[in-house]
């Protein structure tokens, strides 16, 4: 099974082409300074060197149609059509507390995402675009699965002003 990984930051793109029974990585690459000028993706088939080629990247979109062309380019890719990718897993910086494990993406979990955006405003948004560019049934996985299962002994009361008590927690995030 080959499993396409894609990791959207606020202006890169870092993915991983995996067959998923031998473990082993296929292609990986850095789609780079996307939406800035001097952008570049980088690619690099196993065992060979990487290739860096300049080219314009205005958004993320743009970015994962090169990876896409990258993978499946006669020269330097790894496989014939995107119909050899059985699924993609994208990794979101934030799900807050709404995803305790990896979940299949359907309208519903698009729309949480999109919840926990004020989170993660310069990652989760660049992943959304990720999410929908690449058009094979994909799967979430979100840096905050390492904090939902913790205890609640994060857990701390901050008293505002305003009287309302706001539950926090304390934790790591990208």
């Not at 870092?14 to 473990?23: G, V």
């Not at 990585?25 to 000028?37: F, Q, S, W």
């Amino acid at each position: 099974m080959k499993v396409l990984v894609i990791n959207c930051g606020s202006s890169s793109l870092k993915y991983q082409l995996i067959d998923s029974d031998s473990e082993e990585v296929l292609a990986k690459g850095l789609c780079e300074r996307i939406g800035i000028d001097g952008s570049a993706i980088t690619h690099q088939r196993a065992g060979e060197s990487k290739v860096k080629t300049e080219v314009a990247m205005p958004d993320h979109t743009v970015a994962v149609r090169l990876v896409i062309e990258k993978l499946t380019d006669q020269e330097c890719g790894v496989i014939q059509s995107l119909e050899e990718i059985d699924a993609v897993g994208h990794r979101i910086v934030h799900g807050g507390e709404k995803f305790a494990s990896s979940v299949i993406l359907d309208d519903a979990v698009m729309e949480a995402i999109e919840e926990c955006n004020d989170l993660a405003p310069l990652h989760n948004p660049a992943n959304l675009i990720g999410i929908r560019s690449a058009d094979i049934d994909d799967l979430l996985s979100a840096d905050t699965f390492l904090f939902c299962k913790k205890s609640d002994d994060r857990r701390i009361k901050i008293t505002r002003t305003s009287s309302h008590d706001q539950s926090l927690k304390r934790g790591k995030s990208h």
